[in-house]
């Protein structure tokens, strides 16, 4: 009787630590429409999140938090050590060394150019030659996109480069003829202009402008940090990691994910 008496208070006390998820917590950009940004509450919004979201709700072991965070300061967050993962993290052609190892991917975008339209006359589909002595803007900590050629081109300073915050703020100052042409997602262009024609932020004194020509293909990933997967800071990196290609998989498979990204267009 005392023995059963003992084994009980085990399994009572036992219960509370088999149940208890763990928590984690995955940074992603905060202005990066329509895929991942921080809505009027404070929360991860996008079509990304919406992705994520359902994946992480089928992990039973994780209680998955995601906060929003400036694309930069997340980047050192995950150089220092400072945080699990990041998202929409890419991999080729990027030098963000301290993000590895990564995901499955989750999506492939599609980077163009967008210019004034007198800029594409005639047109100029050799990237990035065509677009020597041209100015191009891009989002901040996006620094990754355009190729080594055209790094080198900047570099050279044969190529005027500018970065803003947020794909909005480059799409206006391309329209009010401050730059020539940006470098932007296509999916994510479609979307932020037609809001910005919708709501008349788009002036009609602004610059007709067009897509050019396709600059690249970049799966989207998340990054986990290399340097705090180093110092052990995260004991259940290689289960969740698991756990969520293995939801990415059946979601992919089943064609989830793209039910879920065709409903914003």
Known sequence: MKKKIIIFFIILFALPAFGKKIDVTIYVDDAYKPYSFEGKDGKAEGMYIDVLRTAFSRMNEFEVKMEPVPWKRGKKMMEEGNGFALTPAFYHGHDWPYLYPYSLPFYTETIITVCSEEKLEPPKPNWPDDYIGMTIGNVAGFDGWGGEKFKALVEKKKIPYEEVKGSSSNILKLGS????????????????????????????????????????????????????????????QFKFMQAFDSEIYRMIKSGEIKKIMNAYR
């Open 177 to 236: 003829k401050r730059i020539d042409c940006i470098m932007m997602e296509e999916l994510a262009f479609e979307y932020e202009f037609k809001r910005l024609m919708q709501n008349g932020r788009y002036k009609k004194r602004f610059d007709k402008i067009r897509k050019g020509t396709t600059i690249g293909k970049d799966n989207v990933y998340i990054g986990y940090s290399k340097t705090a997967i180093e110092k052990g800071k995260y004991p259940f």
